[in-house]
């Protein structure tokens, strides 16, 4: 942990080496590197003016990466509570590099995907558990050997961060302690798999991996623990939910209780036969999944008792359930608000630090102790041409910098030219080529005009036509009665019209020109790989003719390759969404949430991965395949002879045998058709009768926290990002189409609603800094 502050106020150290411990000088032998003295020894005094000359130039070395790294801290939301001194920020920036970034995502993206190949492996055709063969298992050290290698990557990963915040900083970091429990755990377990030569029944250290992930993100830290403040608020709706269960369960029992009549004991029989099983179809009906099935049973015998099932679903599942994806937006939003608003403080702390920063600089170099209100303009270009950044965004900064002509930016507006970041980025296209003939200048209005893209949407809904035409007319042939004469004609004819408005438009726009519109790089891609697709055929069939033969073989058969140009022309129809204001609105939200709220569908992800590993643990083989079944080789010949009978709407007579938890891969598809919530009372109500009753408690477990919780806070969010984006729509100059490429983080979703943080906030924060020491 560094004691000597790097930045000292005025009134402790009037020295013009600012930054310096001054108690260095008197020691011969210390040494300035990263905020200490390097050994020097002088004999007289023109070499110790030249030396200080070298420290102080080393000093102003510092000041700009120092100013450097908190303008990238803010650019990336990053804290600024780490190591200064000049070592530290390198190893701090080469730590943020793309390239070492990327490879601890990749080797976090390894250790989870050692879930698929260690043993029970997924390395099979099928996971149905009457055709499975038997898996390839990795030998005992494989995967071990490929855990270790990712154990001691995150070893580095830990070490280096608590190295760069310091010790007083570590001891505060929860997360960072969480990291080095469970790596030590993680190393533990694995030396136990070791010891038994990989035999060993548990692997608990599968169920940690997920931290890794976790960890590694800080917006996704933040969504658990806003997740985490507002589980008092769901609890208490999810109270309201039992009662209401709970109560309607205790009502049907006494509704439908057994009677003397054995024919009207159809529904006590099915659905209300004890208490676990009512409260099990009355859970189930909450989702809807087996209705009208549940009610039919009594609702046959009188229909008066639709009643009942009726107010059960209207109160639970249409205000209850309702009211629980409001409340569960409502208090995330305020959480997830609060969250926002740090990464705000944080963006103007990093600024305001890199200023002061600064302002240290230009008092030094001007050898004066008051404090400098301004810094130069010249100095800000310097350090900004250095910081890593997206280059519209640098570019812009810059620029708005250069506007400053009195040669020196004072706090406030160092912080405005950092607004840049929050602004839209609008591609701007290049100029369309300069022709000198009128006939050419008129050619070129045309083809660039909306009007010919719109023909061309036409031109392709109009294939599109003729394609749905043909399937229809041959949807009850056999393939060699298909008439592909025809669709072969109407393809070259089509592909010839995309080849040309493809050529045309890169005529009126420039190559450039056309390559800087998203949709025409879609547009153009598809058309490229339909000419090639098309010149296949000709060379394999020649052209199109009446006596064309769909037997012929060659690397495809001629259908096969008729089918997929016809796919990739119903791909091409794609190319509409730019043009239509609401699809594009509705594609551009879609697009944000997948680059920007991938923190929400990483904690997805992690929830599945535990649920999944949980479920292997505990479910691993306990779905046998019937005894008595005919032997099939070929696990996809739809006419297999079963010999057995099953109940209607149960596991087996559904033959949902594939969704199972014997492997990592299969119980994911498996916990997706869960969330899904149909017929999940299926796959219930069969581990219930292979394993144990209680494994309902894993299944419903499942339900509260991906159906409930997940899907719920995800379409709240859905609706946030939509609603902005088409509130956005309205107060928007540029074109739909460039509006649909703009990018919407989840800080701008809220900006309306954050809170500038004043300048005393800031210096009060920065004076608090464990390695700077800032005073006024």
Request: proline share 4%; hydrophobic share 45%; aromatic share 14%.
């Amino acid at each position: 942990m560094e004691t000597d502050p790097l930045l000292v106020s005025p009134q402790k150290n009037p020295s013009p080496f600012r930054g310096l411990d001054t108690s260095s000088f008197s020691n011969p032998d210390s040494g300035y590197y990263g905020g200490t003295l390097r050994s020097r020894r002088f004999s007289h005094t023109a070499t110790e003016s030249a030396s200080c000359d070298m420290i102080q130039q080393e000093d102003g070395d510092l000041y700009m990466q120092q100013a450097t790294v908190f303008i990238e801290d803010a650019v990336q939301y990053r804290s600024i509570n780490h190591r200064v001194d000049s070592k530290s920020l390198r190893l701090y920036r080469w730590y943020y590099s793309k390239i070492c970034q990327w490879g601890l995502g990749a080797t976090i993206f390894v250790i989870l995907a050692v879930a698929f190949i260690e043993k029970p492996s997924s390395l099979t055709a099928t996971s149905d558990v009457r055709y499975r063969s038997a898996p390839w298992e990795p030998p005992c050290g494989l995967t071990e050997s490929i855990e270790m290698v990712c154990f001691l990557i995150f070893v580095a990963d830990v070490a280096v961060k608590s190295y760069l915040i310091g010790w007083e900083e570590f001891q505060k970091n929860k997360w960072l302690i969480a990291y080095i429990f469970v790596i030590a755990f993680s190393m533990l377990d694995w030396m136990v798999s070791l010891g038994l030569h990989c035999e060993e029944p548990l692997r608990v250290r599968r169920l940690l991996r997920p931290f890794f992930l976790l960890q590694n993100s800080s917006l996704m830290k933040k969504t658990l623990k806003c997740i985490k403040r507002s589980l008092p608020e769901i609890t208490s709706v999810m109270l309201l939910l039992a009662l209401h269960l709970c109560l309607f369960t205790m009502f049907g029992m006494l509704l439908f209780a057994r009677g003397k009549d054995s024919n009207g004991n159809a529904e006590w029989q099915a659905y209300f036969r004890n208490l676990p099983d009512s409260l099990t179809s009355l859970l189930v009906l909450l989702t809807t999944a087996n209705n009208p099935d549940v009610m039919i049973p009594a609702y046959s015998k009188n229909r008066f008792y639709c009643i009942f099932f009726i107010l059960f679903c209207g109160f639970g599942t249409y205000f209850l359930m309702n009211l629980l994806t409001a409340i569960i937006y409502n208090q995330f939003r305020g959480y997830l608000l609060i969250s926002i608003q740090t990464s705000l403080l944080r963006r103007r702390l990093g600024i305001r630090a890199a200023f002061e920063v600064m302002c240290c600089q230009c008092r030094s170099m001007a050898g004066i102790n008051e404090h400098v209100e301004t810094v130069n303009t010249e100095m800000v270009l310097k350090i900004l041409q250095g910081v890593h950044m997206k280059p519209y965004y640098k570019k812009a900064i810059i620029q708005k910098t250069q506007q400053y002509t009195d040669a020196s930016i004072s706090a406030n507006q160092f912080q405005k030219l950092f607004d840049e970041l929050d602004k839209d980025t609008v591609k701007h296209h290049p100029p369309k080529p300069d022709y000198q003939r009128v006939f050419l200048q008129k050619l070129q209005f045309i083809f660039s005009h909306h009007y010919f893209s719109l023909m061309g949407n036409v031109v392709a809904l109009a294939n599109m036509v003729c394609i749905c035409v043909a399937l229809v007319i041959d949807a009850d042939k056999a393939v060699s009665e298909h008439d592909d004469y025809f669709l072969g004609v109407i393809n070259c004819v089509f592909i010839v019209y995309y080849l040309l408005e493809m050529i045309l438009k890169m005529f009126a726009l420039g190559f450039k020109g056309y390559l800087s519109h998203r949709s025409n790089i879609f547009d153009g891609f598809v058309t490229v790989l339909l000419l090639g697709l098309q010149i296949t055929i000709f060379a394999t069939y020649s052209f199109p003719h009446r006596r064309w033969d769909p037997d012929v073989k060659a690397l495809m058969s001629l259908w096969e390759m008729v089918r997929l140009v016809n796919m990739l022309i119903v791909f091409r129809f794609l190319r509409i969404i730019p043009n239509i204001k609401l699809m594009a609105l509705v594609a551009s939200t879609l697009l944000d949430l997948v680059k920007n709220l991938r923190a929400f569908a990483g904690i997805l992800v992690v929830v599945y991965y535990v649920f999944a590993v949980l479920g292997v643990m505990l479910f691993e083989g306990a779905i046998t395949a019937p005894g008595n079944m005919s032997v099939v080789v070929n696990a996809s010949a739809p006419n297999a002879t079963v010999n057995y009978s099953a109940t209607c709407g149960t596991y087996e007579q559904l033959e949902y045998w594939p969704n199972n938890f014997d492997d990592f891969a299969a119980a994911l598809v498996l916990l997706y058709n869960i969330m899904v919530v149909n017929n999940w009372q299926a796959f219930m109500d069969a581990y219930a009768r292979y394993s144990t009753p209680w494994s309902k408690l894993y299944f419903v477990a499942w339900w509260l926290t991906s159906s409930v919780m997940w899907v719920n806070l995800f379409v709240a969010l859905i609706l946030e990002n939509f609603i902005h984006k088409w509130d956005r729509s309205h107060h928007c100059s540029i074109s739909d189409e460039d509006q649909a490429e703009c990018q919407l983080t989840v800080q701008s979703m809220f900006s309306k609603f954050l809170k500038e943080p004043t300048e005393e906030e800031l210096l009060s924060i920065l004076e608090q800094h464990p390695h700077l020491n800032i005073k006024h």
